[in-house]
């Protein structure tokens, strides 16, 4: 089997090393990874800030990028979601302005084969222990996007739940969201850090060492109000704890 990677922009400058995990870890499994060169951004950024159009480039980018590949793995929940949900409500719009049906003839193509890093263990290649060792004390954030938009339930906490070592412990309010949301963080500063801060104050309280978490956007956020906070909680992908291993443990 074979894969290709969707990084996102997030990653690609700010997390490689999540990028990085996820060949990794993906290869241990068996899987073939492609990384097509002609990727960039999925335009979630534009359309979250009401860029519809100046969104239609990155989308015929993306759907480009990715033709003739079955499989396209993401380790983001709202880069999925942006182009399982909305690449299509774009296509449909664009079409209702007499603009033709190429943009939801390429969201139809493309939607189906994009899954987010769990959903593509759990659903497709069937593990919940892929092999990792992470002997640490970790509790997880469900990203809003996955939790709400995807539907990701359990999946993520079943895979950190068969690491070797972890051990996993509940986050109160672990639904409630953390307060990034793109750019509404930016938007609404002060509610965005309100929120963040009850998210980490809840982490806190529950001894963990590590906030897991399936999305580097939402965890930079709180990655920053951790430092900010002098806390020794470090935020970290869920990729890069799936990776680690005994003989190839986490740097």
Do not use: W
């Not at 593509?120 to 992470?134: E, I, N, Q, R, S």
């Not at 909680?233 to 986490?250: C, D, G, K, Q, V």
Request: hydrophobic share 40%.
């Amino acid at each position: 089997m074979r894969a290709a990677l969707f990084v996102t922009c997030v990653n690609d400058a700010l997390y490689p090393r999540t990028g990085i995990a996820v060949v990794r870890l993906l290869e241990r499994l068996g899987v073939g990874v492609d990384f097509p060169a002609a990727q960039s951004c999925c335009g979630q950024p534009q359309y979250n800030t009401g860029y519809r159009y100046e969104t239609e480039p990155l989308m015929r980018r993306t759907a480009r990028a990715f033709a003739g590949h079955e499989y396209v793995v993401t380790p983001s929940g709202s880069c999925a979601a942006m182009i399982r949900e909305h690449y299509s409500r774009i296509g449909r719009k664009a079409a209702a302005e007499g603009r033709g049906s190429e943009l939801a003839d390429a969201a139809a193509a493309l939607a189906p084969r994009v899954y987010e890093l769990t959903e593509f263990l759990v659903d497709v290649l069937g593990v919940t222990d892929v092999g990792a060792y992470f002997p640490h004390t970790v509790t997880y954030h469900p990203s809003c996007h996955g939790l709400r938009g995807l539907g990701l339930g359990d999946r993520p906490r079943r895979l950190l739940a068969a690491v070797k070592g972890l051990d996993l412990v509940e986050l109160p309010g672990a639904e409630e969201c953390c307060g990034f949301g793109g750019t509404f963080a930016v938007k609404n500063p002060d509610v965005s850090t309100a929120m963040g801060t009850d998210k980490i104050t809840a982490a806190a309280g529950t001894g963990a060492q590590v906030l897991c978490g399936a999305d580097n956007s939402c965890l930079a956020h709180l990655d920053g109000l951790l430092r900010r906070a002098d806390s020794p909680m470090r935020a970290l992908h869920l990729a890069e704890i799936l990776a680690a291993t005994e003989e190839e443990p986490l740097p």
